[in-house]
C-alpha cells in the first residue's frame, strides 16, 4: 500500500518519488507486455474499448433474449453431440426445450424466435450413429 502524500509536498513530485522508488525496488520488472508494442495503437479510438475488451474477456455478451436463445440452443446441440450417455443428451435436450417452450408461451421483446423444441429421440438417435458410427 502506498503511503499518504504529506502535506506541504506537490502531487507531482509525490507521485514522482513514489514511481521512483517502486521502480528502485523493481516493482516494474516483468510485468506483461515488457517489450512489446501496445495492443490496437493501429485502430480507430473507440469510447467503449474496455467495455468491448472486458466483455470479451470474460466471454459475455449483450443479445437480445431471442438471440441469446437461440445461441444457447446451438450450444446445447453441440454439447448433447458430445455427451458422455444417453441420459446426459436427454438431460440437455429437456432443459433447452423448457427455455424454448417458455419463449415461446411468453415471447420477450426483440426478434422472432423462430426454433421449435428440439425431438429428443431423433437427436439421442443422432448421437447413437455419431458414437458408434466413429
Known amino acids: 500500500?502506498?503511503?499518504?502524500?504529506?502535506?506541504g509536498?506537490?502531487?507531482?513530485?509525490?507521485?514522482?518519488k513514489q514511481i521512483r522508488e517502486a521502480e528502485a525496488r523493481g516493482d516494474f520488472?516483468?510485468?506483461?507486455?515488457?517489450g512489446k508494442p501496445l495492443p490496437g495503437l493501429d485502430v480507430p479510438y473507440d469510447e467503449e474499448w474496455w467495455i468491448k475488451r472486458k466483455m470479451a474477456r470474460e466471454h459475455l455478451s449483450v443479445l437480445p433474449p431471442t438471440l441469446?436463445?437461440?445461441?444457447?440452443?446451438?450450444?446445447a446441440l453441440a454439447a448433447a453431440e458430445h455427451a458422455a450417455s444417453e441420459s446426459?443428451?436427454?438431460?440437455?435436450?429437456a432443459e433447452i426445450n423448457e427455455r424454448i417452450r417458455e419463449?415461446?408461451?411468453?415471447?420477450?421483446?426483440?426478434?422472432?424466435?423462430g426454433l421449435?423444441?428440439?425431438d429428443p429421440e431423433a437427436v439421442v438417435r443422432d448421437w447413437r450413429e455419431r458414437r458408434h458410427g466413429a
Open 1 to 7: 500500500m502506498t503511503e499518504r502524500k504529506p502535506p
Open 9 to 16: 509536498v506537490s502531487f507531482e513530485s509525490f507521485a514522482d
Open 29 to 34: 520488472a516483468d510485468l506483461p507486455g515488457f
Open 68 to 75: 441469446a436463445l437461440r445461441r444457447d440452443a446451438e450450444d
Open 88 to 93: 446426459q443428451v436427454r438431460r440437455i435436450i
Open 103 to 113: 419463449n415461446l408461451r411468453r415471447p420477450p421483446s426483440g426478434p422472432p424466435l
Open 116 to 118: 421449435t423444441p428440439f
